[in-house]
């Protein structure tokens, strides 16, 4: 099955920086590829997803890159503030949804 | 609420019990997924259905667990004669098939095993 690698594990950032957070996946047949954020006791929900037909895809402060070829995919966040301190997830999917292990964002205000 | 629920929200059972949780997905749903997520760790994946059809079991996942959707809406996953290392969050989610669309998920079934 698919295996998906995240990193970093943690990252702690001041406000206004930037913050960006890695993939890799290792099966090929994966289309589909969702971040979520997880705030502490709430279930997971998306923030942006991307397929594999695009490259790069923006939500205002939020944007995330798609490179086929080298299998990894990233999240960045710009501009960050304290309220998107959570613990952020990748996923590729190819019909099956499989996670990382998640980064845990912090920002220090 | 028309949101993915899951019944119940806790569960404490004690050690060799059997236990069941439910799933009832988005109506226009047809792809229902089970999860388990321990602290500070990424929602696992367990099983996945396509309607009625499960179209994939976690090679992870021990001989006790066993899902169900017998009529493609809502699902059933069962823990036989559990153990501690089984105390986990079980999510479920759901999403429209064919792939490439945002999967909403339930709040949980808190699993305690003592």
């Known amino acids: 099955g698919e295996n998906v690698e995240q990193h970093p594990s943690t990252l702690s950032v001041q406000e206004g920086d930037s913050a960006v957070i890695k993939c890799t996946y290792s099966?090929?047949?994966?289309?589909?590829f969702p971040w979520y954020k997880q705030e502490l006791g709430k279930r997971p929900q998306l923030i942006i997803d991307?397929?594999?037909?695009?490259g790069e895809k923006k939500d205002q402060r939020i944007a995330v890159t798609l490179n086929k070829t080298a299998k990894h995919f990233s999240l960045h966040i710009t501009e960050t503030q304290p309220e998107d301190s959570a613990v952020y997830f990748c996923?590729?999917?190819?019909?099956?949804?499989?996670f990382g292990a998640g980064t845990r964002l912090t920002v220090k205000p | 609420d028309t949101g993915v629920s899951q019944d119940p929200r806790h569960k404490i059972t004690k050690r060799g019990q059997n236990v069941t949780f439910r799933c009832d997905p988005i109506?226009?749903?047809?792809?229902l997924y089970w999860y388990r997520q321990t602290l500070g760790q990424g929602p696992e994946f367990l099983t996945y259905?396509?309607?009625?059809?499960?179209?994939?079991k976690s090679r992870l996942l021990s001989d006790r667990f066993s899902a169900e959707r017998p009529k493609g809406s809502f699902s059933t996953l069962e823990i036989q004669r559990t153990e501690q290392g089984d105390s986990a969050m079980y999510l479920c989610?759901?999403?429209?098939?064919?792939?490439?669309?945002?999967?909403?998920f339930g709040q949980g079934t808190r699993l305690t095993v003592v």
């Open positions: 259905f396509q309607n009625e059809a499960q179209l994939e």
């Open positions: 109506s226009e749903h047809n792809r």
């Open positions: 989610a759901s999403n429209l098939g064919g792939g490439g669309t945002e999967a909403f």
């Open positions: 991307i397929r594999s037909n695009v």
């Open positions: 099966d090929s047949a994966s289309n589909y």
């Open positions: 996923a590729a999917s190819r019909g099956d949804m499989r």
